[in-house]
């Protein structure tokens, strides 16, 4: 995926706009293109999970990489996350999403 390609792509945040993420990434050729868009990727992995997980919002822990707190005991490092998936390949975005979900789900409901 050259800067070109993902101009014009709209994603959603949602998991349904990670699936397309991931599908970018699967098909790119180029894997030093995508490590230059890795701040962006994490950047719209934290979109998601801000804008669909009740409660999660952004924190920064170390300059220049931000976490999203999804509740009391859990965060995820946004870009580290974005980082990994072009070069390792798994977990994916959506594989990432879902851990988070269930994550949460198992923990009680954060209060105010």
Known sequence: MSRSQAKGVSLSRSRQGLTALDSLIEGSEDKMDL???????GMFYGDVLT???PGAHWEVIEEGFPNVRKSRNTSASVIHVAQ???NVGIP???MNYDHALDLIDGEPLQGP
């Open 92 to 94: 994916t975005l959506v």
């Open 35 to 41: 490590t230059a868009l890795s701040r962006a990727i």
């Open 84 to 86: 990994r998936r072009p």
């Open 51 to 53: 804008h669909t997980i």
